[in-house]
């Protein structure tokens, strides 16, 4: 017979494992601050990387403004755009994902380009001829992701395009629901980051005060997103780490949507 235990609270799994009941386990910033110098901890790079996605389906987000709650507002460009300025990348792995590392693209430095003469893909000029023209920058050094003060500006002109479209009404609050597996520590941190994030960027536009965001504790919040029911979630973009060109295909067959 198999007996399988599911177990999802993070304290939970640490108990057990110092407990000596399971092989390994990840740790989180608070246990790092005590296990950091751990001779037993290991560092395993992954493909992975974590990424806000947010739902632009302005029909769906429109269902969810009732009671002076305005969603419509992220289907926005310009108002994503500004949330993705307002984040300090450096600061949410410094603080909230300890041991995690800052990625400017889908494509993180775990992706290996050329694997006969061990040529990363992050390391190719032509990758990073890409992040410099995304991020309009001469420098590839200079990329951080994180410009507060065009944050503003995409805020300001987020505002305006929202007013002309009819998108907005007199006394209007505005609502991201974050949708997380659960309200472990980590999920919790990682909502206030991002609610301190956008207060600093609102700060000087006509949005400062009135964004809230909301934790939605959510087991299926990834077929929820698909189904146009959730307004924003962390999603994970990773694999085939010898295949960076291959994994592009996910963008580019209607097969890979599904």
């Known amino acids: 017979a198999i007996y399988n235990q599911y177990i999802v609270e993070h304290q939970t799994i640490l108990s057990l494992f110092l407990q000596g009941e399971l092989d390994e386990t990840a740790l989180d910033a608070k246990d790092l601050e005590k296990y950091a110098a751990s001779e037993w901890r290991i560092i395993n790079p992954l493909s992975y990387t974590w990424k806000f996605s947010f739902n632009s389906d302005r029909e769906a987000l429109r269902k969810e403004n009732v009671n002076g709650e305005n969603h419509l507002a992220i289907a926005n460009l310009n108002f994503r755009h500004g949330i993705s300025l307002a984040l300090d990348r450096q600061k949410y792995c410094d603080t909230v994902t300890i041991g995690s590392d800052p990625e400017y693209g889908l494509l993180d430095r775990a992706f290996v380009a050329d694997p006969e003469r061990n040529i990363l893909y992050r390391d190719t000029p ?94 299926n919040y990834y077929d929820n997103m698909r189904n146009g029911n959730v307004d924003c979630a962390m999603t994970a973009w990773g694999g085939s780490t010898f295949d960076p060109y291959g994994v592009l295909w996910c963008y580019c067959t209607t097969e890979a949507l599904h």
Request: charged residues 25%; proline residues 1%.
């Open 126 to 219: 032509e990758a990073r001829a890409a992040l410099m023209d995304f991020y309009g920058t001469d420098s590839y050094e200079d990329i951080t992701g994180y410009d507060i003060e065009a944050a503003r500006r995409y805020f300001a002109t987020a505002w305006q395009e929202l007013s002309a479209a009819g998108d907005l009404r007199a006394g209007d609050r505005f609502f991201i629901d974050l949708h997380t597996y659960s309200a472990d520590d980590v999920y919790m941190r990682t909502v206030a980051y991002l609610q301190d994030a956008i207060n600093e960027a609102a700060l000087g536009t006509p949005f400062e005060g009135k964004i809230t965001v909301r934790q939605v504790t959510d087991q």
